[in-house]
């Protein structure tokens, strides 16, 4: 079994939809990080947080630390937010990262 | 303030041969991560270093696959012989001491035919 859990594993989505991605984790954390990943390669931070919720533009990250539970949402989304995003929680140093969401966004 | 830097960005290379990755983190981080990501799957560490010790190396095939960083600062990561399941997008990332947040590279992608 993964310490990280992430749904769905793909999503399909028009422009101009609300997108929620979800992260289950099962190991004590730190802090719970969002990641994107565009088809290059390179990975960007999005979000680290600990606790309640954080907001970036049309980016929203939720978590409940009792749940383990985090919950990415992307409002109005855009064929730019194609990418895939990964969660990833971290225990000092130490990461465990999700399989990964790939998000496709149509025009 | 400059990102990690990778390189090469891309390497196809035969199965039996080898390959050397480069990886210079941000400057004053003191941890340095190396990551194998295969297709469809996400991060797994090969390798934490803290300054030039290492801290985790459990999941790095140690046969064929090894890592320095000498001084402290960049590092290489290298593979010999290199197998087709090797094919995969090697990530590098830096954190600085006791912090959470890592910081990724651009990575580099291999093929191994």
């Known amino acids: 079994k993964n310490e990280v859990e992430q749904s769905p594993q793909n999503l399909t989505a028009q422009e101009g939809e609300f997108i929620t991605i979800n992260c289950s984790y099962s190991?004590?954390?730190?802090?719970l990080h969002w990641l994107q990943q565009h088809p290059g390669g390179g990975i960007v931070s999005l979000f680290m947080?600990?606790?309640g919720k954080k907001k970036h533009g049309r980016l929203i990250a939720t978590i409940n630390i009792q749940e383990k539970h985090s919950s990415l949402h992307i409002t109005a989304s855009h064929p730019r937010d194609s990418a895939v995003y990964i969660c990833?929680?971290?225990?000092?140093?130490?990461?465990?990262f999700g399989t990964g969401t790939s998000l496709t966004v149509i025009p | 303030e400059a990102g990690v830097a990778q390189s090469p960005r891309y390497k196809i290379i035969e199965k039996r041969q080898s390959v050397a990755f480069w990886c210079n983190p941000i400057?004053?981080?003191?941890?340095l991560y190396w990551y194998q990501q295969i297709l469809g799957q996400g991060p797994k560490l090969l390798i934490q270093?803290?300054?030039?010790?290492?801290?985790?190396d459990s999941q790095l095939p140690k046969d064929r696959f090894s890592a320095e960083r000498l001084k402290g600062v960049d590092s290489t990561l290298k593979i010999q012989p290199a197998k087709l399941e090797d094919s995969a997008v090697y990530l590098c990332?830096?954190?600085?001491?006791?912090?959470?947040?890592?910081?990724f590279g651009p990575g580099t992608r291999l093929t191994v035919t």
């Open positions: 990332a830096s954190s600085a001491q006791g912090a959470s947040e890592q910081y």
């Open positions: 190991v004590g954390i730190s802090a």
């Open positions: 947080l600990s606790s």
């Open positions: 990833a929680v971290s225990q000092g140093n130490q990461f465990y």
């Open positions: 400057s004053g981080h003191a941890t």
């Open positions: 270093f803290q300054n030039n010790g290492v801290v985790d």
